[in-house]
Nanobody, 125 residues
Framework: QVRLVESGGGSVQAGGSLRLSCGVFGVSYFIDGIRCMGWFRQAPGKEREGVAAIGLEDSTLYADSVKSRFAISRDKVKNSLYLQMNNLKPEDTANYFC????????????????WGRGTQVTVSS
């Protein structure tokens, strides 16, 4: 059974930093070919949106709103995904989800079939 488990969320003031982590269980990069992984977020009353994704050869994709502030990375041996979030803004407040897919020809926001349950990030002004 595939499980993605996020951690690292919390409450911070604007300008602060958080580092989200996502552990992947039941499927691995090396055995099952998880090629693309990503972070998505959903704020109350809003649609889920892509935040950052990492694909083949560690190519990356970022939403315009987080470029230069957030950095995605992964540890293929530990089967983990990370999101370093700096200079956080109140508009970053949302539930953050980790996602993964083995079917990935290029990094994008679509085609993710494994999802975590999310970790809440709250940024106060």
């Amino acid at each position: 059974q595939v499980r993605l488990v996020e951690s690292g969320g919390g409450s911070v003031q604007a300008g602060g930093s958080l580092r989200l982590s996502c552990g992947v269980f039941g499927v691995s990069y090396f055995i099952d070919g998880i090629r693309c992984m990503g972070w998505f977020r959903q704020a109350p009353g809003k649609e889920r949106e892509g935040v950052a994704a990492i694909g083949l050869e560690d190519s990356t994709l970022y939403a315009d709103s987080v470029k230069s502030r957030f950095a995605i990375s992964r540890d293929k041996v530990k089967n983990s995904l990370y999101l370093q979030m700096n200079n956080l803004k109140p508009e970053d407040t949302a539930n953050y989800f980790c996602a993964a897919t083995p079917a990935c020809s290029s990094v994008s926001w679509i085609g993710y079939n494994y999802w975590g349950r999310g970790t809440q990030v709250t940024v106060s002004s």
